[in-house]
């Protein structure tokens, strides 16, 4: 059996498994925390919280829902630069303050630097989320890419 040693959120050490190597500054209390991260596959575990609650009733607002999808999927991704391009999603079930949701996200194609990853989130043995994320991997990070510059320039 591998040995398994969780330092901390973004550390994972495990002989089958690597370590994350995009969105390390994220905050896990809102997007989730990495429980297994292999390459082209990962799972994230959400505890939902109060600071997620959209009403009385106690429902979870899908932005923190997605928000952990889109992280499972650059997490499956994990290289430095992957951003999300585009996604198609749907919401299945009410997520409820204090839920656990596991998502896990799965590397389905790769072409050149753009990467297609099928997300699952479920509850228990409820499906409450399911999603297909499209990712660019660039050279350099987003906001120092040329294409940005020659834009802002554009503008003046």
């Known amino acids: 059996m591998a040995k ?13 498994l690597v370590l994350l190597n995009t969105h390390e ?4 209390s809102l997007c989730g925390d990495v429980e297994e991260l292999k390459l082209g596959y990962a799972r994230i575990s959400l505890a939902t919280t109060e600071a997620m609650r959209a009403d009385d ?5 899908g932005g923190f829902i997605f928000s952990a999808a ?4 650059m997490a499956a991704v994990n290289e430095r630069n992957v951003v999300l391009a585009s996604s198609v999603c749907q919401f299945l079930a009410p997520v409820r303050v204090g839920d656990f949701v596991i998502f896990e996200a799965r ?5 050149g630097r753009k990467r297609s990853v099928y997300v699952t989130g479920s509850v228990l043995d409820i499906k409450v989320f399911e999603g297909e994320f499209k990712t660019v991997v660039t050279d350099n990070h987003v906001l120092n890419l040329t294409l940005l ?8």
């Not at 398994?4 to 089958?16: A, F, G, R």
């Not at 500054?25 to 896990?28: A, M």
Request: glycine residues 2%.
């Open 57 to 61: 009733v106690g429902l979870v607002h």
């Open 70 to 73: 889109d992280f499972a999927a």
């Open 107 to 111: 590397e389905r194609q790769k072409e």
């Open 25 to 28: 500054k994220l905050d896990s």
């Open 4 to 16: 398994k040693e969780q330092k901390s959120n973004k550390e994972i050490v495990d002989d089958s």
């Open 149 to 156: 510059d020659n834009a802002e320039k554009a503008v003046e």
